[in-house]
């Protein structure tokens, strides 16, 4: 097993809008990426968490993919089509995680907010394998914005993209039910 990125600092870019920025973090014994209380202005853009470098094949961080302790501020995770500059129809902030025990868990006293845009959540990178969360897609506290209607800041679970408008409670349910559907539809074949 690998050790999880950790980071107890401010202002971080762990990966990025460029293939070769990006992030192989997966087969942890704990969580993928843990930036525990009062870190703020962190950004997790274009990574495979709990996927392996093919971004097919499950290789599961054993607790969250991401997570976020309490008092944390202003982070984001993903980004939207114009995350990197360009508006050109890719979202190269895009980050895939999947297949770990929750994919992101945030919240705690003092949360103030974190940015979920443009991931795929337990999918595969072409966004059509269901390669869930066992636990949960996405749980975040509230003053979080899941989502957005910029062009590529929909999440998106295996081929159904979320609302605009959802809910971070309803966010995660809406994924969560999606890739048990997903499953027992695969597993009924």
Known sequence: MGEEFFTNADNNLIGGTTPGARNIISGNGRCGIEFPASASGNTVQGNFVGLAADGITVRSNA????????FTTGTVIGGDDAA?????????ARNYISGNALGIAAGGPG?????VQGNYIGTDTTGTL?????????????????????????????ATPLPASTSPTQAWCLLEATISERRRTASAR
Request: charged share 5%; glycine share 30%.
């Open 63 to 70: 607790s969250v993919g991401v997570l976020f302790g309490a």
């Open 84 to 92: 990197d500059g360009t508006i050109d129809g890719i979202v190269n």
């Open 130 to 158: 269901a390669r869930g969360n066992t636990g949960g897609g996405i749980g975040v506290g509230v003053s979080s914005i899941v989502g957005g209607t910029t062009a590529g800041a929909a999440i998106s679970s295996p």
């Open 111 to 115: 949360f103030g907010g974190v940015t």
